[in-house]
T-cell receptor, first 115, second 115 residues
């Protein structure tokens, strides 16, 4: 099973460039999330989508936009990259059926550097 | 808003010894999940253990157990018989069961295992 697939794994941008991080899950999960991980700051929630057709801001949404394209896909867009957005980005999904399988399933992460 | 606090940036333990990682959280809700995730150098996020707030019994998974004190809003992780493979970042996480389904993470504790 593929689980959560995010692309690319590595990316280098120049300040002001734009890019989209792609994420797809094949587990029929309702909820999807984007986090950024910075040293000493843990994982901070950027945006999340509790269900298809809905998106909400997390703790650090400024400078980002998201699209829940369908139930499988949830993309994160940086319109004008800044050095402060240098980070490791994780996509995750969860079933949110609050059953025994309730947990976050993570992608492998994207190392993004903005020069 | 819910918050998760891990006050130990780094911990060390001798191989085969026991170590406890601390986590406190703040919430006004009564129904939620708590998690411990492990992140080895590979960057993969691995679920270690999960606790449902309505269950009084502390969760246990092999060498990993938690001490869940709901009134004190404390959720510590005990690792018994520590192994070299336990060396990693450990993140405590909270997820509401109220419908937003956000997962909020602490800043992490880096665990070093000494041979």
């Amino acid at each position: 099973n593929a689980g959560v697939t995010q692309t690319p794994k590595f990316q280098v941008l120049k300040t002001g460039q734009s890019m989209t991080l792609q994420c797809a899950q094949d587990m029929n999960h309702n909820s999807m999330y984007w986090y950024r991980q910075d040293p000493g700051m843990g994982l901070r929630l950027i945006y999340y989508s509790a269900s298809e057709g809905t998106t909400d801001k997390g703790e650090v949404p400024n400078g980002y936009n998201v699209s829940r394209l369908n139930k499988r896909e949830f993309s994160l867009r940086l319109e004008s990259a800044a050095p402060s957005q240098t980070s490791v980005y994780f996509c995750a999904s969860s079933p949110t059926n609050r059953g025994l399988n309730e947990k976050l399933f993570f992608g492998s992460g994207t190392q993004l550097s903005v020069l | 808003a819910q918050t998760v606090t891990q006050s130990q940036p780094e911990m060390s333990v001798q191989e085969a010894e026991t170590v406890t990682l601390s986590c406190t959280y703040d919430t006004s809700e009564s129904d939620y999940y708590l998690f411990w995730y492990k992140q080895p150098p590979s960057r993969q996020m691995i679920l270690v253990i999960r606790q449902e707030a309505y269950k009084q019994q502390n969760a246990t998974e092999n060498r990993f157990s938690v001490n869940f004190q709901k009134a004190a809003k404390s959720f510590s992780l005990k690792i018994s018989d520590s192994q070299l493979g336990d060396a990693a970042m450990y993140f405590c996480a909270y997820s509401s069961n109220s419908g937003t389904y956000k997962y909020i993470f602490g800043t992490g504790t880096r665990l070093k295992v000494l041979a």
